[in-house]
């Protein structure tokens, strides 16, 4: 049974959490390009995607940790040192995914579409084309109404945030490969 549920465990992982860390990945860059081209809905639409990607396989994610304990009550390994860590880790990269990340490229992905509904709003009213050529002196730069777009960082800090799930995962990885102070012979 113990290969078993270790079999379940690594290919939760593998489809579960490797899409997460990917799409996560690919977010903070498409999130700039689609800022700054608002006109651009092949980009939006790859934000959208990006973003459902994580919050659906962050969801199926769950069976990692679920699979990773059953396993390591079949192993009787539950008290080890290597394996707590890992749980701990675990619980702070589904942290940082669910509190950081997610929320983020959330607020992103509403900036890319209010200034995307603004571009067109603008072209329209004005004539011009996504370059806001034309547009009536005073008019006011929508894409500063959600305070995402008018901050250039947003997308550096999620990137970061990002960085800080991937190299938690890896560390886990590492830590379910080599485990330190194992006696059960990996």
Not at 83 to 105: D, E, H, N, W
């Amino acid at each position: 049974m113990t290969k078993f549920f270790l079999v379940l465990h690594v290919l939760a992982a593998i489809v579960a959490v490797g899409p997460v860390t990917v799409a996560a990945s690919m977010f903070p860059p498409g999130a700039r390009r689609a800022l700054a081209d608002p006109g651009d809905q092949r980009a939006a639409q790859t934000l959208r995607l990006l973003h459902r990607i994580c919050r659906v396989y962050a969801g199926l994610g769950i069976a990692v940790p679920v699979l990773g304990l059953a396993t390591a009550m079949s192993m009787g390994v539950l008290g080890d040192a290597w394996l707590i860590a890992s749980m701990a880790l675990t619980g702070i990269a589904a942290a940082v995914l669910l509190a950081l990340v997610l929320p983020r490229q959330e607020e992103l992905l509403e900036a890319v579409e209010s200034a995307a509904g603004a571009d067109t709003t603008t072209e329209v009213a004005t004539g011009a084309g996504t370059t806001g050529v034309g547009a009536p002196i005073g008019a006011t730069d929508t894409t500063t109404s959600t305070g995402v777009a008018a901050n250039p960082r947003a997308t550096v800090r999620l990137a970061m945030f990002t960085g800080i799930f991937n190299l938690l995962w890896a560390t886990v990885t590492i830590l379910m490969i080599v485990r330190p102070g194992s006696t059960t012979g990996a």
